[in-house]
């Protein structure tokens, strides 16, 4: 089973799930409703325009972190995405076909350029 873990960039900072907690800190909203990662920022409600990005439980061949958004290099360049239930680059599921093989290049929100042609 992956690691839970998310991402999420602000329009001019890419903030990890670490960035904020050393130890899981759990707050209680509801008796059903927990929240795991919650920047200070987004406690005062000015996070509806965040990007989150979902780890992917997999690194690339330099071990590091695989997360929705990120573009990689296998075959050529192609963005990370999660659809139809898995995470995907292409029309290829990641896990399969692409996992310890490609390199991250950058991500969607802070390089777009590497997907143009």
């Known amino acids: 089973m992956r690691e839970i873990k998310f991402r999420a960039y602000t329009g001019d900072t ?5 960035d904020y907690i050393k ?3 759990q707050f209680d ?4 409703c927990r929240l ?4 200070m920022s987004c406690v005062m409600g000015d996070c509806n325009d965040w990007r989150w990005m979902r780890y992917t439980g997999l690194k690339d061949r330099n071990e590091k972190e ?3 958004g990120d573009i990689i290099s296998w075959l050529s360049p192609g963005l990370v995405e999660f659809k139809y239930g898995m995470f995907m680059v292409g029309q290829i599921d990641l896990y399969l076909h692409v996992q310890n093989k490609c390199v991250i290049l950058g991500n969607i929100y802070e ?3 590497l997907l143009e042609e």
Do not use: C, R, T
């Open 23 to 25: 130890e899981y800190k």
């Open 29 to 32: 909203l509801e008796e059903s």
């Open 66 to 68: 695989i997360y929705e």
């Open 36 to 39: 795991y990662f919650l920047p």
């Open 111 to 113: 390089n777009p350029e």
């Open 14 to 18: 890419m903030y990890y799930h670490n």
